[in-house]
């Protein structure tokens, strides 16, 4: 099953963040969900120093209230949702955050189906956006926001249901290279994913040759987002400010646990955002090779 193009989807490319999927069929749920055994290693888990986002609908007296949350297989539907306060009422007052003042990030349960949207905030308080999913399954929405009156980024979470029969994807293997689908860019991933603070650096080429020339997406030159197997969480990860224009994009990244994971870096050139897409396992004894420019055959997983 392969995730719809990301110029389809867009995305924002200020602060990268890093997304928790897993496999459960919870709803809106308020508190965390569980978490799933095959995401361990060493059979146990390592917890952050703090709760991720995204686990809870509702946070602070802010409640992410989803309003559509059936959808079929393959059909736009218009996705509304309100975000309401402490006192009960609906939300209408957001800070920008990231250029934007909403950003809703999509992903199903298998970690496949990735999206990154910016809803549009209506006169009545509503936020709407047109969406489709290509395949059947539980998806998870992930509202990024900043409310006026807290002053504060909150990322909270709630699911939707697509109609269909449904099949799960198995992760693709571990990799330091992901072609764009549809294209002749590839990205090279450097640096060692570890639980703790970890640097990574995303080399981006075209036709085999470096990408000296990206361009500013809503801020900066990369957007990351990693998802990972068996657990639902949301972590902001921010790049590091660059002078130049590529081929390196730099993350500061604070992987909480051990366990495999999905990033996804959306970049822009050409007037064009693509996302590259790779599987990680966190915790592994060995580094990545160090970036270098990737062969770009235009083969391969990725958006």
Do not use: C
Not at 147 to 156: G, Y
């Amino acid at each position: 099953m392969g995730v719809s193009t990301a110029a389809k989807l867009g995305g924002f490319a200020v602060a990268a963040v890093v997304v928790f999927g897993g496999a459960y069929g919870i709803g809106a749920a308020v508190g965390p969900v569980g978490t799933d055994q095959n995401a361990m290693q060493g059979g146990a888990m390592q917890h952050a120093a703090h709760e991720p986002g995204g686990l809870r609908a509702s946070e602070q007296g802010y409640t992410f209230a989803v309003q559509t949350t059936a959808f079929a297989e393959g059909q736009p539907k218009q996705l509304e949702f309100r975000i309401t306060g402490p006192d009960g009422g609906t939300v209408t007052a957001f800070d920008p955050n990231h250029d934007r003042r909403m950003h809703l990030i999509v992903a199903r349960r298998d970690l496949s189906g990735y999206q990154h949207l910016h809803p549009a905030l209506g006169a009545d308080g509503v936020w709407r956006v047109q969406a489709a999913f290509a395949d059947a399954g539980q998806y998870r929405l992930f509202a990024d926001f900043v409310p006026s009156a807290l002053k504060q980024n909150l990322t909270l979470g709630a699911d939707v249901s697509v109609s269909g029969e449904a099949s799960a994807v198995p992760l693709p293997p571990p990799s330091d290279t992901a072609h764009v689908e549809d294209s002749d860019y590839a990205v090279r991933l450097g640096g060692r994913p570890v639980v703790g603070e970890a640097k990574l650096v995303l080399s981006v080429s075209r036709g085999g040759a470096p990408v000296t020339d990206l361009q500013r997406y809503l801020g900066a030159y990369g957007h990351l987002v990693a998802l990972r197997e068996g657990d639902l969480g949301y972590l902001h990860v921010h790049p590091e400010e660059s002078a130049t224009a590529g081929p390196d994009i730099t993350f500061s990244a604070a992987f909480p646990s051990a366990g495999r994971y999905r990033l996804y870096l959306d970049f822009q050139h050409g007037g064009v955002v693509r996302t590259a897409e790779f599987t990680v396992t966190v915790g592994d004894t060995g580094p990545l090779p160090a970036p270098a420019p990737a062969s770009g055959d235009g083969h391969g997983h990725g958006h």
